[in-house]
């Protein structure tokens, strides 16, 4: 059975009622057990639990830290291309928009792995739009085999492929797949993704299977935050991680907190998800998933990200360009979505430094998964 | 006198060793250390960076004054744990290695199969190899007769902080041993350290009670005086609890004296 088969059995309206009438009572009883059940987890992520930021946010540290330790991972993300088929309408990529595309050669993609290299970073997100025409395998293979001897763990974001394909990138020296799958909803998706091989709600939904399938060691999913009621996508989640960690149990499982920010085409998010939202979401996630790993991207203030470090982030991205050639050309191309905190790499080790935790550059290496070469 | 204890021919004063993740700081960690006494420190290869000598983890740990054992945590099969193995040798590390063969990323439990195969290959290649167990008797046997320098058998899964939840599989290891036994992982109070070398382990290993604690350094050296309480307990010879009275002899009292 398939993520798809156990999430159609989610009856979206049902699901809103049964976190609505949670109580005060049902959240002190949440916070008061020993390990949280996703009955805990509903309750916890109800309005009722509003009044109770504080002591799920102490709880939240300190499981994180005694799970993961007083250190946070860097990461730096590497946009390869902007080109995109895909119509969804929150982003700068937007097949519609008239904006500067490019796609880096493997040279340029390389000049940016060296540049993201000289600043500490080891490990390495690839990110490109939906465009499998331009970004072919053995594109990506040309550029992962610049990567690979520059760090020691690559991530992939890219579209979505099939097991074999992926079994292509993890012989590249791939260790990592993120996918966010945007909304849960699938009627709400259909909405969003008016078009293009996105539109295909199930295929983007069993992406991290496939991944799962082809051995990826991390596997990221995520909500885009602002697209629905951000308390029924952190239930969906946290069923989708749970699921993952059942069925890919050898794999590190993540979960990244994107909001929607201004890009181009000027999309306004219909549920805006506040501050206070997402400390409870959040929290409540780590309460329920206290192994996941949580990621936080530049998308967010500086101040924000600041505050939410010891909440139970166990990853942050610094210093990231959005646009395909960004770090060493600067904004020659449109950037998929304007960043918010714009401090510098080693600023915002420093700050990590501050709060009473270790940044860590590198804590994979890629030799764990290359075989005889 | 306590005898010192001796692991693969190398003698070390201290019972605590001491597992560097998790710390706040490189200072944090050194300070701890530092306090805890500790001789032996393991490092995760997958955290270095064994082209550098700049590395923020190594450039901070003095190789003349610690023995400084790599382990393979991440690996998740023998294969892959090998490699790692190899490759701190091949940059000049010593040939020792702290096994671990975790697949699964959530409770770090090691695969006994896979642990087992690694340590075959290792020990042939003349690795002196500390494999990390789950609290099993025979394996620790099996992997004794492969010729591993010690077995580590957990007290409960790394990290949980939760003591001894193995006691009763750890004393039947400690009975049959031939080698060290290092009661590793789990281990979250000074009363867990102690209780498991009260047991008779030979030494124990900890990290996040340390690395986590509000004062990092105070911890260790809690640490170091657990271990030194229960080993003294331990070769004071600890009364063993009876359930019946042995004063009268109430089925033998007959007998006459």
Known sequence: MSFYDELKQVAWEDIRREIHAR????????LGSRACTLDDFVSLVSPAAEGYLEPMAQRAHSVTEQRFGKVISLFAPLYVSNECTNPCVYCGFNVHHSVERLTLSADEAAEEGEYLRKLGFRHVLLVSGEAPKVITESYLQGVLRRLRPLFSSISIEIYPMSTEAYRGMAAEGVDGLVVYQETYNETGYLTFHPGGKKRDFRWRLETPERGGAAGFRRIGIAALLGLDDWRIEAYCMALHARYLLRHFWKSHITISFPRLRPAA?????????????????LTALRLFLPDVGFTL??????????????????SMSAGSRTEPGGYTHGAEAEAQFEVADDRSPAAVAEVIRRKGYEPVWKDWDAAFIQRAS | MDKPLVIAGRTFKSRLLLGTGKFASPQEMVRAIEA??????????????????????????????YLLLPNTSGARDAEEAVR??????????????????????????PDPVETLKAAQILVKEGFVVLPYINADPILAKRLEDIGTATVMPLGAPIGSNRGLKTRDSIEIIIEMATVPVVVDAGLGAPSHAAEAMELGADAVLVNTAIAVAGDPEAMAQAFKKGVEAGR???????GHSQKIASASSPLTGFLGS
Not at chain 2, 87 to 103: D, I, M, N, S
């Open chain 2, 36 to 65: 805890s006494g500790a001789e032996i420190v393991t490092v995760a290869l997958r955290r270095v960076e064994l082209d550098n000598p700049e590395d923020s983890i190594l450039s901070h740990i003095d190789p003349g004054r």
């Open chain 2, 232 to 238: 003294e307990g331990y070769l004071a010879g600890l």
């Open chain 1, 265 to 281: 085409g000027g999309f306004q998010p219909p549920r805006l998800v506040t501050d206070r939202n997402l400390v409870q979401m």
């Open chain 1, 297 to 314: 991207s530049t998308r967010e203030s500086a101040a924000l990200r600041d505050h939410l470090i010891p909440l139970g982030i166990t």
């Open chain 1, 23 to 30: 109580t005060t009572e049902d959240v002190e009883r949440a």
């Open chain 2, 84 to 109: 790692l193995a190899r490759l701190a040798r091949a940059a000049g590390c010593e040939p020792w290695v702290k096994l671990e063969v975790t697949p699964d990323p959530q409770y770090l439990l």
